[in-house]
T-cell receptor
């Protein structure tokens, strides 16, 4: 499985866009990029996923580079409640035994 | 009802006790998972079940014993645990269709303290 690299922490001002990068240079052609987040002491929450095209839902946007070696999760208007650890995962078909969580990026949204 | 429900939310047990964690999903999913999250560590996948059949066991000590009686329920039986087993135990479910496991839906977790 492809592995991902994320910065350990980031800050963002409330109301501004939060852009969380993820490198996955060894991703294979049929692996998806998934993003989850975990607010302190809660279970992780699915955010969004994509294969090749950019994706948007009510929570966030996912921008995947053309070569698929990196992606960016965008929270368009960060709020204090978006403070969490964000995990980028590449996985064949989503879950199963291939869903391995790394350390993620701890996002601090500041007032 | 929430999608994935875990009970109990908090559990304190001695090293000689036997207890069980329960997980129930109301999403109609076919796959269920146990993860362990120790302090300041990433989530560790413990067990995966698909259609009630165990498909993955990541070298978990035998003092942890999973049980999946049907696609909606998952248990983690605990016995003779060690203090280092204290952690947040998370249950998740996903669609679990062949080659398309789908995104994971997690419960709130059971926080276990072993004295």
């Amino acid at each position: 499985d492809a592995k991902t690299t994320q910065p350990p922490s980031m800050d963002c001002a409330e109301g501004r866009a939060a852009n969380l990068p993820c490198n996955h240079s060894t991703i294979s052609g049929n692996e998806y990029v998934y993003w989850y987040r975990q607010i302190h002491s809660q279970g992780p929450q699915y955010i969004i996923h994509g294969l090749k095209n950019n994706e948007t839902n009510e929570m966030a946007s996912l921008i995947i580079t053309e070569d698929r070696k990196s992606s960016t999760l965008i929270l368009p208007h960060a709020t204090l409640r978006d403070t969490a650890v964000y995990y980028c995962i590449v996985s064949l078909g989503g879950g199963g035994f291939k869903t391995i969580f790394g350390a993620g990026t701890r996002l601090f949204v500041k007032a | 009802e929430t999608g994935v429900t875990q009970t109990p939310r908090h559990l304190v047990m001695g090293m000689t006790n036997k207890k069980s964690l329960k997980c129930e999903q109301h999403l109609g999913h076919n796959a269920m998972y146990w993860y362990k999250q120790s302090a300041k560590k990433p989530l560790e996948l413990m067990f995966v079940y698909s259609l009630e059949e165990r498909v993955e066991n990541n070298s978990v000590p035998s003092r942890f014993s999973p049980e999946c009686p049907n696609s909606s329920h998952l248990f983690l039986h605990l016995h003779t645990l060690q203090p280092e087993d204290s952690a947040l135990y998370l249950c998740a479910s996903s669609q679990g269709v062949r080659q398309r496991w789908g995104e994971l839906f997690f419960g709130e977790g059971s926080r276990l303290t072993v004295l």
